[in-house]
């Protein structure tokens, strides 16, 4: 059973570049979310699909953020023009609303911005 | 809103003994799922516990127990025998309608040998 994978795991950019994260959540789930971790705070909801449907986003996502799940599997998160507060722990999870609706969690993305 | 609280941001146990984290919420309604989830420092959430609301029974999963107080909105977790790999931070999180979740601001576990 491969759980939910994030790539890459690590990025270091410079402030103003764009960057874009990829999560490919558990084969049979139909939900995708994005969660905001900053160093010793628990997560912050950021968005969430299911399938190619973009349910609800959080205040949180500026105009610099997008979100995309194309074709219901794999999602992307792009941040336009970075700043250093961007500068967390990008995570997501997956869930199957038939089955509890659980999240699992990925190893998650840690961003840096220089 | 729903809000959940972890007043606690540091708790040591020694191995073996049992440790009790705390946890309350504030929430309208009345049907939701509270979870604990445990992340290991540089190592990604692990699901440790869930308690749907409508049901009685506080869950259990091994060593793992709750004690889920609905009328007072507390949801604490009860580690017993505690092992040096239960070492990490704790976030109690909350789901209701909308399916995503709000998490506590955790609590650090150490477990001295």
């Known amino acids: 059973d491969t759980g939910v994978s994030q790539n890459p795991r690590h990025k270091i950019t410079k402030r103003g570049q764009n960057v874009t994260f990829r999560c490919d959540p558990i084969s049979e789930h139909n939900r995708l979310y994005w969660y905001r971790q900053t160093l010793g705070q628990g997560p912050e909801f950021l968005t969430y699909?299911?399938?190619?449907?973009?349910?609800?986003k959080s205040r949180l996502l500026s105009d610099r953020f997008s979100a995309e799940r194309p074709k219901g599997s794999f999602s992307t998160l792009e941040i336009q023009r970075t700043e250093q507060g961007d500068s967390a722990m990008y995570l997501c999870?997956?869930?199957?609303?038939?089955?509890?609706?659980?999240?699992?969690f990925g190893p998650g993305t840690r961003l840096t911005v220089l | 809103a729903q809000t959940v609280t972890q007043s606690q941001p540091e708790m040591s146990v020694q191995e073996a003994e049992t440790v009790t984290l705390s946890c309350t919420y504030d929430?309208?309604?009345?049907?939701?799922?509270l979870f604990w989830y445990k992340q290991p420092p540089s190592r990604q959430m692990i699901l440790v516990i869930r308690?749907?609301?409508?049901?009685?029974q506080n869950a259990t999963e091994n060593r793992f127990s709750v004690n889920f107080q609905k009328a007072a909105k507390s949801f604490s977790l009860k580690i017993s025998d505690s092992q040096l790999g239960d070492a990490a931070m704790y976030f109690c999180a909350y789901s209701g309608a909308n399916s995503k979740l709000t998490f506590g601001k955790g609590i650090t576990l150490s477990v001295r040998p």
């Open positions: 699909f299911q399938n190619e449907a973009q349910l609800e």
């Open positions: 308690q749907e609301a409508y049901k009685q």
């Open positions: 999870a997956s869930s199957f609303p038939a089955d509890t609706d659980t999240q699992y």
């Open positions: 929430t309208s309604e009345s049907d939701y799922y």
